[in-house]
């Protein structure tokens, strides 16, 4: 039996083609010429998924003799198939996953045919790895949905398609596999397609092809079946090896390169490096370089092999221009009859990634192309049920979410929509302080207030309220415990300042609640969005010329580096009132920490939500070595003359050459 | 030499191809459709490169001398040109490689124009570390080791290094960017999504990356490319008469006077190639006529066993290659 089997197995190992032995020199210029195909399958491990691949990898003859050997060995061993080769040991590569009998991420095979290469991308297809089906399919051109013939459209049938088509993929191929055990009944394959024609239209696949498999028994996958003599259709590799896919909407359309890197090896040459994005380059094209907006003309394709007369979408250039343009990486050069719009502002759909929950108004970094700027995302206007494609209410979007949300960059962004191009339509977003990629996103389109709103220039600057206040403005930020003592020393830095007649502004995390944030609560989305308009707030303030103190717990490393980003160098201020949580809750001025620990107060920070103390604060209060009023002396010192030290009133020289 | 015998025998249409070059103008605005697997791939290596030199601080390339590292160099200097590769070469040397590496290696950093770091751990250079004698600790200290010594010496971020999806299974999940731990290690289950082109290198002080631009690469793709591209390799690679002696069913290369020969052992003429190049008392030699680039591939694709069966060091166990991933091999 198991002899039998070895036999039988062995004849169908690798098997070179026949051009090989004969003519190597026409076989290589066969393969050189070889297009690639780049696919996904969906499907849960019920449906057979990974032993479609193994099944595709083995008749497509890919499988080494004796990685043959070892997995007749792994499948006795490990196997579900009894006896017989259980093909997904061939793709289920973690150890975790071999133990588990799952696949938990994605995993990416190879195999060649006389007409194509391909790189398929193998998924997980449980819905708490929704992100790596996202991954997988992002990078892919066509995918292949299994269905279990026993069990029809399933809700995961459903999901799968839906992210698929998200995503982008305009060419769907739907397996309807295991085939031999419902006795390769047409009627069933046709029931199965006629409902999933029905769900299909309704998220706009319009085509698909499908096809009756087997992969356990290698039914219609590389050779067309007996056991359904009613199916002529085309069988799945003779599909993937045919299907067209150069109809890409960015290749057709006009000409972007994202420049990734500016190429200077000397002064007489200037070079900018990117891979083409849409279009195609000559020299002699007119472009525009964007956001600028500025023209120039191209006078040299540069490659390693020799200057090109034209290069396509998804080659590797290096461009001169023949005018000194300003032009750096993140810059976008198109053509310039047709160039990509500009914004700050957009609807996006975003697929959210990380265990740790989306928090609206917290920033996060945003790369799009070549392009690295800051976003906010303001909280979602629906969530989007992934089974049933229904729109749900949502304040956040957690691990696996798929949502809708406004967002806002610090800089504009030279973008196209995700449907017109994967390129400069898709985005990650950063956790700036992990560096996690915690979310994929697609930009829908721009908001229209982000082109009408533009910056009024004001003839009476900054500089100019500053000027005749006679300081530099800065914002001084206290942050630290409830109780820790940051109102009571900003209270008394505020009092020295004006008794040397500086003009200030006392912000109060406390007062500020009772009006400009009363719809705020104390979750984490609420801390953020708190600090962000208190901000904004410190922000105009400073632009006025004051000097801005802000006494707020925040506690969040991430929101005070986002304020500090928006103010000039040198103005951002942060003072660290250091007190250890036992010192603040033995103080306990305002009988919070009692009722925090009574469980009458939720989201308290210190007890049930996190302090992240800063890294380089500007100015450290001990507050147990050092008094209010020799802190605020301290500080006053840090603020007026750039010292921290204390001023020493016994040394006559001390304000010499202070400016004081 | 016969490397570059291997070169000229290129059949007409082979020589001097390159992948990007030679659309003339009568072929009007070729479409993306057009571009060949080879093309892509090539596009996507060089798009890494130029994304890790504008994001990194501090990166080098890993370069073995294998034909891999051939290829990833290559690329390198395709994606810079005409400026040379932006960052340093780093051979880390386990004093074990065959001479004809080492003299490779040398041309090639000549020829780039690149700076050449070797370093040898000192540890293992003391205490005599061979493969002979310490087995698996030869690879750990030299390697593993001598790899995580090199990057905190020089204080690399981000590290090249020449892996392919397609040699084994653990590779085959791993990310193009693949983010260690400030101890090197990689974590599998904690893997940054990587999605379109959008790869994140950003990472906190001490942490580090292990950029693979020839990810997606197979192994007949390097072949390929190296023949259509005329990229030297080693002549090791070629089959020539070499002394050789057979033990625990690998045919092994008496490289140096440092092979310790058994008692009657005597080492014997055989027209010899190999498929993968390590250090030599590690490397399984096939026997093989083939001596030119395209017979190489003949002769690789004819083959019914894959390519690491000459590679020693995955024989242990079925995971061992994702155990000392995780360990910060690379």
Known sequence: MTETLSDASRASAYKAHDLIAEDIDAYLLQHQHK????????????????????????????????QLAALEADSKRVGTQGQEIDFALLVDGLAAEREQGITIDVAYRFFATDRRKFIVADTPGHEQYTRNMVTGASTADLAVILIDARKGVLTQTRRHSYLARLIGIRHMVLAINKMDLVNYDHAVFDRIVADYRAFAAGIGIDAFIPIPVSGLR??????????????TGPVLLDHLETVEIGDDPASTGPFRMPVQWVNRPNLDFRGFSGLIAGGSVSPGDTVRILPSGRTSTVARV??????????????????????????????????????????????TTIVWMADDEMLPGRPYWLKL????????????????????????????????????????????????????????????????????TVAAGLVNFSLRRAQNVHWQAIDIDRDAHAAQKGQRPKLLWFTGLSGSGKSTIANLVEKRLFALGKHSFLLDGDNVRHGLNRDLGFTDADRVENIRRVGEVAKLMTDSGL???????????????MVRSMLPEGEFIEVFVDTPLAEAEKRDVKGLYKKARAGQLKNFTGIDSPYEPPENPEVVIDTTEMSPDQAAEHIVARVLWGRSEIPDDEDPDWFKGRGI | MQLYAACTAAPAGFEGVSTTAKATSSEARISAERLTHLQRLEAESIHIFREVVAEAENPVMLYSVGKDSACMLHLARKAFHPSPPPF????????????????????????????????????????????????????DMWKTQGLKQALDKYEFDVAFGGARRDEEKSRAKERIFSFRAANHVWDPKNQRPE??????????????????????????????????????????????????????????????????????????????????????????????????????????????TSERQGRAIDHDQAASMEKKKREGYF
């Open chain 1, 302 to 347: 540069v490659t390693f092999d020799g200057d090109l007369p034209v290069a396509v979408t998804g080659q590797s250039v290096t461009i001169t221009l023949a005018d000194e343009v300003d032009c750096s990486r993140g810059d976008v050069i198109a053509a310039a009859g047709a160039p990509p719009q500009v914004a700050d502002q957009f609807e």
């Open chain 2, 88 to 139: 340093p070469m780093l051979h880390v040397d386990t004093t074990w490689k065959f001479k004809a590496m080492y003299e490779m290696r040398g041309r090639m950093a000549r020829e780039s124009g690149m700076e050449l770091i070797v370093h040898q751990n000192p540890e293992a250079k003391e205490k005599g570390i061979n493969p002979f004698d310490h087995g698996p600790l030869h690879t």
């Open chain 2, 195 to 304: 999605l379109w082109r959008l790869y994140n290198a950003r990472k906190s002080r001490g942490e580090s990356i292990r950029v693979f631009p020839i990810s997606n690469w197979t192994e007949l793709d390097i072949w390929q490319y190296i023949h259509l591209e005329n990229i030297p390799i080693v002549p090791l690679y070629f089959s020539e008469m070499r002394p050789t002696v057979e033990r625990d069913g690998l045919l092994l290369m008496v490289d140096d006077e440092r092979f310790p020969l058994l008692p009657g052992e005597e080492p014997v003429m055989r027209p010899i190639r190999f498929r993968t190049l390590g250090c030599y008392p590690l490397s399984g030699a096939v026997i093989s006529e083939a001596a030119t680039l395209p017979e190489v591939i003949q002769e690789m694709l004819l083959t019914t």
């Open chain 1, 35 to 66: 297009s690639l195909l780049r696919f996904i399958t969906c499907g849960s491990v019920d449906d057979g998924k990974s032993t479609l691949i193994g099944r595709l990898l083995y008749d497509s003859k890919m499988i080494f003799e004796d």
């Open chain 1, 369 to 436: 192309g070549t392009q690295m700027v800051t976003a906010v995302v303001q909280p979602p206007k629906y969530q989007v049920n992934v089974n049933t494609m229904e729109h749900l209410a949502a304040k956040t979007l957690g691990l696996n979410a798929i949502g809708v949300a406004n967002l806002s960059t610090d800089r504009p962004l030279v973008f196209e929509p995700y449907e017109t191009s994967r390129d400069l339509g898709g985005f990650i977003l950063i956790d700036k302080m992990t560096n996690a």
């Open chain 1, 547 to 561: 000097i801005v103190l802000a006494a707020f717990i925040s506690p969040f490393r991430a929101e005070r580096d």
């Open chain 1, 218 to 231: 290698g039914d219609n996958i590389t050779t067309r079946s007996d056991a359904t003599p009613w199916y």
